[in-house]
Structures are given as structure tokens and as C-alpha cells.
């Protein structure tokens, strides 16, 4: 279980309290207002902001004296993050070494991961080739080479239409079940979360 227990969190200025508990293989959609803190709360579950109080735990144990790369932790920001000077098998296979030093197993498991994603035969294309869909699957495949089991998705699918977010959702949907990764998603549509989600969190 994913734990916040009276986590305090700072971000400048802005102040967010959490204090809860998230079974294994849940999606759970994170909404509220603008400027709320849902992606604070994201980035404190990441490593990438301190607990100014309180600890986070995955099961049982403490995720603050890890760094981020240490944490059974991937997240996907609304840009997808690609660099547009490598490929899309480059990218994606970032999810498991910055270096792209990378052993024959580990590019046939980008290369499943690119087909899965409905990306076959187009690995080598680099971003500025490929449509805004294939860019977020890209940045999707990145996200299931890493295998880890809590998955923080930041609306990355915010800019696509509803047919082809309908699409990655249901992708993020799968993944969820085949791997029992809990997943946290931010969301400023009530109907992504009645489309994929488990449980809700209302940030205010």
C-alpha cells in the first residue's frame, strides 16, 4: 500500500496537507480546482519536493531517504518530456538507462513496449516525425519499460482529442491490471475518472 501519513508539503509559499492510504493495483484520479496542489502532491510522491512533515511509505517502507531515481516510482509529465535529438526507441528506452547503454534483452523489451503501444516499425522516427498521439505513446512506452509500481501520471494526455485520450486510457487502464502498478492521475475531467478510476482524490 501507497501511505501518506500526515505528510505536510512546501512548495514556496504553498502549504498541502495529505493523509492517506491507497491499496495496490488501484487507479486513482486526482482532481480539484487549478493551483490546488494535485501536482505538488505528485511531485512529493516522486521525490521531487521534500516532506516538510509526516512520511511516505510503499509497503510499510519510508520512500524519503531515496532519491527519485530510487524510488519504485515513473512519472509521465504533460509534455511527454521526449528529446527531440533521439529517436523513439532511444526515449523510450531512456526508462532504463540515461546512458541508452542498453543489453540486447533490454532493446527487445523497448521494442515490445513500442508495439504494445501501437508503435511498430516506427522506433527510429524521431518526435518531430511523429504525430502529437505518437509522441504521448512514446512517452507511454518509456513509462512501461520501467516496471515499477506506482505510476504518477500528470494529464498527459490533456492535449489529445477525446478519441485518441479515450485510446491512451484505456492503454494506462490495461497496464494497471497486467502489472498491479497503483496509479495516481491528474485530471481536470470528471470523465476520465469515471472512464478509468477506482477511487478519487478531491485536492482543495
Known sequence: MLRLDRCVIENGTFRLSADLGLKPGHIVAVIGPSGEGKTTLLEAIAGFLPLAEGEITWDGKPLSPLAPGARPVAMLFQDGNLFPHLSAEQNAGLGLDPRLKLSRADRARVSEALDRVGLTGLGRRKPGALSGGQRARVALARLMVQRRAIVLLDEPFAALGPALKAEM?????????????????VS?????ARRVADQVIFVR
Do not use: S
Not at 169 to 185: D, I, S
Not at 188 to 192: V, Y
Open 169 to 185: 486510457l484505456a492503454l494506462v487502464k490495461h497496464l494497471a491490471q497486467e502489472t498491479g502498478a497503483t496509479v495516481l492521475m
Open 188 to 192: 481536470h475531467d470528471p470523465e476520465d
